[in-house]
Every structure is written in structure tokens, then in C-alpha cells.
């Protein structure tokens, strides 16, 4: 059965490039009708906070795609041990006592590749295993094979044949001199025990498949299938990164912003991967039926922001897309959340009836706090009294205007239609076109003249709000 898994490693928050590996993995999963594991690659002890866990899941949450089944690294440590052990007492695995401050570790050694520590490799295993018993510390390193040089081979799902030679293969750590596994191991050991069928994740771990491949032979357990993904860059070409671009790239941002999960989604994909046509908008169904490897770019996927717009256009494009066609009763569901935690008050029915009126006029859910705050406040910011006269107006008609719109507003039926009807009407009466009647209402009642439709909008806003508002202009254009 076809098993992918997503493994993040809990030290900062939810990357957009891993909610991307996560997401292709789901999809992938539930294309095929698979099992999708999340599993919490928690060994680094050092860097593991709790706050970084919390804040994965929550982006994970907020994703709304779900999972199969959950694991955390830090719960199998007994399971690593036993592949460690398991795979010294084949011989193909080696004590090495190097001391820790003289350990050159994995670094360059004289402009060349360090390979393994020549001493160490040949000890006797009396010897290794008495200084072992003596408890000097030591890492496990795996026996690279150096007699006969051999190409590791796989095939990936994206990027085609790989091969590299085992003379540019370090003998790489198992178990670090503390005793607790390094990535390489404990990844294949669960990789192996959850029988994981394919992995799934970034192109900056191709090089490590090598070494994977290598600990699934020592453990006589068939490497999985393996497809790498382009990465994510900033516009300079740069690895799109926590601690160089910031909060541009954590999950959580786009979603305090207003993005909606499905855009986001929806936007992910289209980062280094194509369904093959002119579709961009795409369901959640639309993405698993077309989701293959074959559509997955060999090159990175470029992330356009800038330092005032952190947002990649696109992504906002596709978020006024969802919105757009959103239902209103769920479009009203999800703004209302947001218009609390900005501090203003209301209730779910007048934001379903203020939903239609701004509903193409937003493109992330954070914009309803400044396109509709008229409607959320009882006592309209300071504005300016010059536009409530319309171009090629005075003030004596802007004045006029509003006191006779006051008069009909007083005793007609407060709707859209009889509101539109009447003002209308009394435009004629005064001889004047409809926008110099309408412009100094709709700035009056609103603070602006960009605004959504008038009779609408005052219908909304009700009689009392509108007279008042009025009133309060008349008092401007007079004093």
C-alpha cells in the first residue's frame, strides 16, 4: 500500500516550502489512495522547542488537509538504537573514539572531502568493543565500502537518474557520542519501520538519499521510492529562508493576513508545479484528480514579494478568487472573526447583510477592516470637507443636497429601491446630475467617496446612522 509521510523537524515555525512538501504529499496520497503519516522528527533535543511544535500544527491545522496517522522521533529512540546495533553487528557500522575536540567531523580536510577517520575504521572489534565497555564515548559511523568503489544508484520521481560514487561518501554518523541517533538514521529506521512507500520532500535533501539508500541496504529493507521537490526562492535567486526573508515565509503570516486555506493551497501548488493547462484556479478534488510527478518543474519556483508587499501577487489574485466566489453566508462566517479581533462590534446578521456589499472589493479577509469600517463604527472618522462638494459643484449646492436628502431620508421607506427612487428624483427636482446628488451622501454617510453601492449601503447603515452622519456634514459645510 502506498505510504508517504511529512517529517518536520520542530524548530521554528511552519515554512511555506514544508507546508508545500506536505501538501504534495497529501496529495499524492490521496490521489493514489494512500496512507498520509505525519511524523515529528524531534531528535535534535538541542533545537526542539515546544513553541515550534505548536506553531507546525496550528499551520498544519489551519491547512484543514488531515492526516492518517501522527508519530514523534523522540517516542522510537528504541527503535533507532536497535537499527544502530543492528547494523554494527553486520560490519557495517564502526566505533569511532575520535575526541570531540579533535574531531574534524564532516568538514573539508586539506581542500579534500574528508572521508572516515583510517585509525578508527581498522580498530579490531576486540578492541573497539572493550574501549566501548570502558565507556569511552564514540560515535557509530557507518563503513562506507572503500575496497571496491561501487555507484549508488536511484531513480527519482522528478529529477531522473541519480548516481553517486562511494568514494565521495563519507563514513557519516549513525548514533552521535551521546548516544542519540542522527537524522540519517533515524529517518530510515522509522522510514522502515512505518513502511513508507515514497518519500516526499525538498530538493536540498537529494544528496542525503545516498546515504539513505546505503543504511536501507545495511538494514535489509527496500529503499522507498524517492521524488524531490524544486525549492522555493526569494526574487534575487536566494533560498527563500526563515532567518534571511522572516515572517514572509511562515504559514501563519498568509493566514493572519486574510488568505483563505484553499487559496493557499491552491497557490503552493502552483509553485513549481503545473497541471498541464491553462488552469490556475483549482479545488482541493481538482488538484488530487491532476496532482502527478511528471508535473513537478526540475527548477526552483521563484516567490515574488518585496520589502512593503510580502505577498507574491499571485497569491493575492487567487485569494480574491476564492472570496469572490464564496457564498455569502460564509463569506460572513469567516469575516466576522476578524472584524471582532480588530476591536469592533458586530453581529452575525448585520455582517451577512454588509458581506454582499464588499465582497468585490476585498482580496484578502484582513481588508474588510478597511473597507467597511463605516459600517462598524457609530461615529465616522475626521474626513475631507472638500469632497463632499463633487467636482464642478459649490458649496451652496453640496449644502443643499444634503439638506433635502436629509428631508426624503426622514420619511421615505428605508430600502435599497425607494431610497434610490426618491434621491433620484430629487435630483431632477434640483436640476442636477445624479453624481453631483450622490457624492455628497455618499461621503456624508461614509467618510469616502469610494464606497461600496449608496442605496445599499445606507439601507445597511439604517435611517437613524444616516441622518446623523448627515447632520454631521451639514454642520461641516456650515461652520
Known amino acids: 500500500m502506498l505510504r508517504v509521510r511529512f517529517a518536520p523537524s520542530p524548530t521554528g515555525f511552519l515554512h511555506i516550502g514544508s507546508a508545500r512538501t506536505f501538501i504534495f504529499n497529501w496529495l499524492y496520497a490521496r490521489r493514489n489512495g494512500g496512507t498520509m503519516i505525519l511524523r515529528i522528527d524531534d531528535t535534535d533535543i538541542e533545537r526542539n522547542t515546544q513553541a515550534s511544535l505548536d506553531s507546525i500544527v496550528e499551520g498544519l491545522n489551519w491547512l484543514d488537509l488531515g492526516w492518517d496517522e501522527q508519530y514523534r522521533q523522540s517516542e522510537r529512540l528504541a527503535l533507532h538504537k536497535q537499527v544502530a546495533e543492528a547494523i554494527f553487528q553486520k560490519g557495517w557500522a564502526y566505533h569511532d573514539f575520535t575526541p570531540a575536540e579533535t574531531e574534524e567531523g564532516e568538514k573539508p580536510r586539506l581542500g579534500a572531502a574528508w572521508l572516515f577517520h583510517a585509525g578508527m575504521r581498522e580498530l579490531s572489534h576486540e578492541e573497539s568493543d572493550r574501549r566501548a565497555a570502558a565507556g569511552e564515548p564514540f560515535v557509530l559511523r557507518y563503513r562506507v565500502p572503500r575496497d571496491i568503489v561501487e555507484d549508488v544508484r536511484f531513480t527519482d520521481g522528478v529529477y531522473g537518474e541519480q548516481s553517486k560514487s562511494t568514494a565521495d561518501i563519507e563514513d557519516f554518523a549513525l548514533l552521535r557520542s551521546d548516544g542519540t541517533p542522527t537524522y540519517h538514521l533515524a529517518s530510515c529506521a522509522d522510514d522502515a519501520d512505518l513502511r513508507i512507500s515514497h518519500i516526499i520532500r525538498g530538493q536540498d535533501h537529494l544528496t542525503n538519499t545516498f546515504k539513505h539508500i546505503l543504511i536501507f541496504r545495511a538494514a535489509e ?6 521524488a524531490h521537490l524544486p525549492l522555493l526562492v526569494a526574487p534575487d535567486g536566494t533560498k527563500l529562508s526563515k532567518r534571511r526573508h522572516g515572517p514572509v515565509v511562515s504559514v501563519t503570516t498568509y493566514r493572519d493576513a486574510g488568505f483563505l486555506p ?36 526540475k527548477s526552483n ?28 453566508e460564509e463569506l460572513a462566517q469567516k469575516l466576522l472573526p476578524v472584524v471582532c479581533a480588530s476591536g469592533f462590534s458586530v453581529d452575525p446578521s448585520k455582517m451577512l447583510a454588509i458581506a454582499p456589499l464588499i465582497q468585490e ?8 477592516v478597511t473597507v467597511a469600517d463605516f459600517f462598524l463604527v457609530d461615529e465616522l472618522p475626521g474626513y475631507d470637507t472638500a469632497e463632499l462638494i463633487p467636482q464642478k459643484g459649490d458649496l451652496a449646492t453640496a449644502l443643499k443636497v444634503l439638506e433635502r436628502a436629509r428631508e426624503i431620508l426622514a420619511k421615505t421607506e428605508f430600502n435599497h429601491q425607494s431610497l434610490e427612487e426618491a434621491l433620484r ?3 431632477g427636482r434640483l436640476g442636477i446630475k445624479a453624481g453631483q446628488m450622490f457624492q455628497p451622501i455618499r461621503v456624508a454617510v461614509c467618510g469616502r467617496k469610494n464606497a461600496p453601492p449608496l442605496f445599499e449601503t445606507m439601507a445597511v447603515l439604517g435611517r437613524d446612522t444616516c441622518l446623523r452622519r448627515i447632520d454631521q456634514a451639514i454642520q461641516k459645510l456650515q461652520s
Open 221 to 226: 529493507v527496500a529503499a522507498p521510492e524517492f
Open 361 to 368: 472589493r476585498i482580496k484578502l479577509l484582513g481588508d474588510v
Open 301 to 328: 519556483a521563484v516567490v515574488n514579494f518585496t520589502e512593503t508587499d510580502p505577498f507574491d501577487p499571485k497569491a493575492v489574485w487567487l485569494n480574491s478568487q476564492y472570496i469572490h466566489a464564496m457564498p455569502l
Open 425 to 427: 428624483a430629487e435630483a
Open 262 to 297: 484553499d487559496a493557499f493551497i491552491n497557490f503552493l501548488c502552483l509553485l513549481g508545479w503545473s497541471p498541464k493547462d491553462d488552469r490556475e484556479k483549482m479545488s482541493r478534488q481538482d488538484l488530487i484528480d491532476a496532482f502527478s510527478f511528471e508535473g513537478i518543474n
